[in-house]
């Protein structure tokens, strides 16, 4: 027993490098109720300990972790613990992983790797520092500190995630220059930036924001760039193995496991994942499988050599339900009209990455890395208000191969007795994307082949994408407070479109009277140059200014342009957008305690691509989009994200190994359309604009056990140009404002961990898009309440 064991004890002193009084830290044995604090003159003891093996613990507040395996035994163990501030490390990562383990955000520093963030917008997710839904993917709790971010919710499982912030479409993540671990993951960045695949967040360790600014380093999108970043093994032992089983409402079923480590005297980090995931979903005519798998080799032969290769797959197939009329939503939005749509993804992305560290003042990565992919829909595209007969599906299939290879150099070196940072870097994209759409067989199964594959009844195209360009960005540190940001790309584009399409007319019974094959071919080369300018005032780690101005670009996706849809027309004389945006704001934070921000920004949109309702041709005059450029755009806003701790504020000891966080997130946003010679637009309310986003939090974590309960509230926004409120195919029209809140518990224990979450809190009916082709056409409800609970274990901890 334990009264009767035999037991030692600790002693020793922490000291602190920077000289400061240590007399905050606090001294633990790891997974047991050991603890002491130091006393004023640095000095600490821990007595009556069981014989054993523990690992010994020291942390306060702004210091880096320090640890060490220990054994327990007669002799009495005395320790010398020198704490090292979190701004001496030399390691970025080491950083923000310790400065997040307090709080749930923190921001990318000043220079991180071959990357320079210093004047910009930036936000960084730890996902272990969040108590979420993990399995399914769960957006709204992932992103919930990200701020002004809209979010489209399509499926049950985040099979597809859609993000869009400041006003700018969600719709898979397009207007976000999205990546994982740093390399491309969309279908063709250029012609189809739309990201079908998005990884497990079980499989994620932080998600990297960056705002507009991000275009001169990451090319040219007005949304910014959003990189998830892969878990790594453990350093420090050849093999965990770590398994999570997750069973939830609907018949959902998901399962995940890794395997990682470091192995060949810690020269090879590997980590290897499966998930693999099954439900029926809220509504009818509703269901999905999906398999996702990586391996990632990470091998470091030298000091100066880093290697890591890298393969990412995933499958899924997905039965859907079509989307809703207003009225039918509002009767009974878990119904469903459609019984013979699917969709499938293939999706397939190799990499390799080299860092050369030739000395402390030079860092160059290169990134070589491809895609290979597939997209198909079947189903029954028409309007939702029209009942489906039977009949030939419509099938629509996208093909993707696309290689591109990045280097960065970063030189770093001295001027007016400060450090300052040069980048330098180039990048090379090749895309290819064949886009069919035709008929597919009759019936209700998932059954992807066309019935004359070789003459189709609507479209067969080849894009070809290449891409160069250039780009430099420079860090001026004048003094130690102030940096100023300089930056330009240079771009050069080439798209091309070779194939047919066919312009077929129906009488009113659906026969086809005239039927006419139209051989379509060109190519378009442009070059360009954008620039852009941060600054950045630093009074101290609570108070920072900043403040940058970035151009944009964004090509057209040829591979709209001749899809047929009778809710969608697509502009045959699109042309590309520009435009700029610019932040101003003030942030700061004290590690553990709180963090916090306030940004306003503007976005200049020229020529914004957008949807226009207008009336069909006789005889029935049946409203569609019309996809083009709409007008120019302006959208600005104020964003605000604050984050405390408020265990931090006292001395209390009850209170010391206790966390209890709350967030604020607020954004105000208003985009209108300026388009004098329009009098129908201008003036107008840009769509997917919500005016208000607010998002709010609580986070309670005691020993094994954490908590957290979230609210979210996004406004009412319109869904094409000519902000219609209301229309009979339901394509069109407002989206209402809405509300939801999520739980979820978790407890911990040595290797095993149990984790419930309750997605959509109280049962509200809602949802978040109106979509014009799969899922729908019409109206796509959001999930209803769901229950989900995870049994986790991990072996080699």
Known sequence: MLATAQTGSIYGNVVCTDARNCDDAIITLEQTSFYTEVEPDGSFALANMPYGKYKLIAFALGYQLWSKEIQIDSVPLFFEIRLIGLEASLDPVVVQSESIKKLGISRLKSVEGANLYAGKKTELIQI????????????????????GLNIWESDAAGLQLGVGGRGLSPNRTANFNTR???????????????????????????????????????????????????????ADIPFQVTSRQTLGSYGYFGSFNSLGGTVANGKLNHYSYFSYKRGDSWRANSGFESYTGSVKLKWKPTKKWTHSIEYTGMQYLAQQAGGLTDQAFNEDPQQSFRERNWFKVSWHLPSWQVQFQADSNNLIEMRLFGLIAERSSIGNLERINRLDLGGNRNLIQGKFKNIGQELRWLHSWKWLNQQQHSLFGYRLYFGHSNARQGDGYDGQDANFAFINPNDLENSDYRFDNFNAAIFWEQVFQLNKRLTVSPGIRGEYIKTGAAGYYRQRVFDLAGNVISDRRIEDERSRGRSFVIAGLGTQYTLGPSLEFYANVSQNYRAINFTDLRISNPSLRVDSMLRDERGFTADIGVRGERSGKFIYEVTAFYLQYDGRIGQVLRNGDAPLYLDYRFRTNVANSRTTGIEMMGETNLFRFTRAKSLRFQDLNVFVNLALIRGVYDAPDQTSIDGNKVEMVPNVVFRSGIRYRWKY???????????????????????????????????????????????FSIDASINNLTNTRYFTRRADSYPGPGIIPAEARAVYLTFGIQLGK
């Open 128 to 147: 272990s520092s969040l108590q979420a839904n993990l399995s399914t993917n769960n957006a709204r709790q992932v992103f919930g500190k990200i701020t």
């Open 180 to 234: 994982q671990n740093g390399y491309d993951i969309s279908a063709d960045a250029l012609g189809y930036p739309e990201a079908y695949y998005s990884p497990p967040m079980e499989a994620v360790e932080r998600i990297e924001v960056v705002r507009g600014a991000a275009s001169l380093q990451y090319g040219t999108q007005f949304g910014g760039m959003l990189n998830f970043v892969t878990k790594q093994g453990p």
């Open 705 to 751: 056990l954490r908590a957290s309960l979230q609210y979210a509230y996004t406004g009412s926004q319109f869904s094409d140009a000519t902000n219609s409120v209301w229309t009979s195919s339901a394509v069109e029209g407002k989206i209402p404002a809405y509300a939801v809140m999520d739980f979820s518990i978790g407890w911990t224990y040595r290797i």
